[in-house]
């Protein structure tokens, strides 16, 4: 289940096999992925405290008392349509190089999340979209990340950009489901399918490790 | 317009005032808030620059070639109802003192949106809700979140929890609608009438500062 943790591109921060349970508040487990020596303001050192306004540990500065939150990531992505068939992404890039995706990647500062899912199809597959409604949340929680779903209508061409090996339509029963990269993107696209082109609101779903 | 960059709780985090445009990537404006100086790793300086693997500028070690990613925060609420009213609360804390709002705070790590949702009820309201669907999303662009709004029932009674100064039920023409503490919460509440209890899917709502 490694590509649980996997984030659709390499831009991923500092999410990986967090432990937080929920209810109640219980101190942070943290990997390597959150480990913080120093602090970002005053750069001295941080050391894992729970503030006095707070019910969990954080980094806390040892010297200027600055908090370090750490929250969970907004994946953003969308499935291009156009003619009955839909826009999909071998990728160029590990994790899961060589797997099939739909168009996502994290969302960046300035954009909303639409925007976001546009400009990771105009990065991975050189096309432009015209983003349509939102259908498919998955809560990756072992990732600590959000990955969010939009529809989407192609508007033009494609090509391969660079994150990507190849990119393809394909009709519903022409999908790889063998070797789709992420298990957010093969809910989503199952999701997607079974909607048959309706708004049925946004299906939820959550993976964790020890569900999945 | 104060209240637009503002999260609904004080555990705030990094993000204010950004000013990335989409599309092209712009060289990413930074606030305070996203200022970092030394690197939580290895604590040498940190400086702006583009990795070459990326379109736009980072903090990046100088030392140790990390590159520290900031990235929108996921704020998740719900508007808890039992009999035909909703519960609010009144915030005692900054910012909008005094003000009402849904229960809503920022995502931990470790927990779905919906445990998010729920944990931020008990925690602001002392009340146990069951989440039900996802009916609206609002980017907040100029604070870098994206903020995720649930249906909820509330299961037992309420009582004020230590960021509020009251929490009450409301029916829709009760509704403080001059006294609401955030821009989302105001759309939030909007539609979550408009829906009449039924999913019309998720609303998606852009909040800038130049367009509000």
Redesign the interface.
């Known amino acids: 289940m490694a590509e649980l943790v996997d984030a659709p591109d390499?831009?991923?921060?500092f999410?990986k096999e967090?432990?937080?349970?929920?209810?109640p508040?219980a101190p942070?487990l943290y990997s390597e992925d959150?480990?913080?020596?120093?602090?970002?303001?005053?750069?001295e050192s941080?050391s894992r405290k729970t503030p006095d306004?707070?019910?969990?540990e954080r980094w806390v500065c040892e010297s200027c008392g600055m908090?370090?939150?750490?929250?969970?990531?907004?994946v953003v992505g969308c499935v291009p349509e156009k003619d009955g068939k839909i826009l999909l992404c071998k990728r160029a890039i590990e994790p899961r190089y060589g797997y099939w995706t739909v168009p996502a990647g994290?969302?960046?500062?300035?954009?909303?999340?639409?925007?976001g899912g546009a400009?990771e199809t105009?990065?991975e597959a050189c096309a432009e979209v015209e983003i349509g409604?939102?259908f498919a949340?998955v809560?990756v929680?072992d990732a600590?990340q959000?990955h969010?779903f939009y529809t989407a209508k192609l508007l033009g061409g494609f090509d391969a950009g660079a994150e990507s090996l190849e990119v393809a339509m394909f009709a519903e029963d022409e999908i790889p489901w063998d070797d789709i990269a992420f298990h957010s993107g093969r809910y989503a696209l199952k999701k997607y399918f079974e909607d048959k082109g309706e708004?049925?609101?946004?299906h939820?779903h959550?993976l964790r490790r020890s569900k999945s």
Chains 1, 2 share one sequence.
Not at 34 to 43: D, K
Not at 53 to 56: G, I, K, L, T, V
Request: hydrophobic share 35%; net charge negative.
């Open positions: 390499s831009k991923s921060g999410r967090v432990g937080v349970r929920f209810p508040p942070c959150n480990m913080m020596n120093f602090c970002s303001s005053c750069g941080v306004d707070d019910n969990r908090v370090h939150y750490q929250n969970p990531l907004v994290f969302m960046e500062l300035g954009e909303t999340t639409a925007q400009r105009l990065e409604h939102l949340l809560d929680v600590g959000v969010l708004n049925n609101g946004a939820i959550e």
